[in-house]
């Protein structure tokens, strides 16, 4: 009996390791609500620029609703990609829970920045 629960244990334990990525680090994913986009803004304007076409809601585990459509996207340390949908391909940098700042193809980043308002009925 001891010898059969062997592998069950084995199973158990590599289930509830932390699951981890192969180059982009552990899987994750983002506070749900909704995340309005920005540019920042100067010395004359004072406020950033708000940028509506480019908000997003977090509505589920790793999904996303934006004006565009929705789609999925994949969390992996603190590096962000919209794996489908209409913002496929784009990347962001996680600097805290509910702030974002978008980062191009070679990982630099970008002015435009997304940070989150709120819950959606949470």
Known sequence: MTARLIPLAIAICAF???ALAVSGGKLGTLE??????EMPGDAAVGRG???PERDFDITNSS???SAQGDGIYLRTGDEV???SGPRKGERFRVKSESFLREV???GS???LRC???GSNGA
């Open 63 to 65: 999904t996303y609703a």
């Open 49 to 51: 620029k708000a940028m």
């Open 16 to 18: 509830s390791a932390p």
């Open 104 to 106: 191009t193809a070679d």
């Open 115 to 117: 940070v989150r308002r």
């Open 81 to 83: 990609t919209m794996t």
């Open 32 to 37: 749900r609500g909704s995340y309005a986009c």
């Open 109 to 111: 980043e970008t002015g």
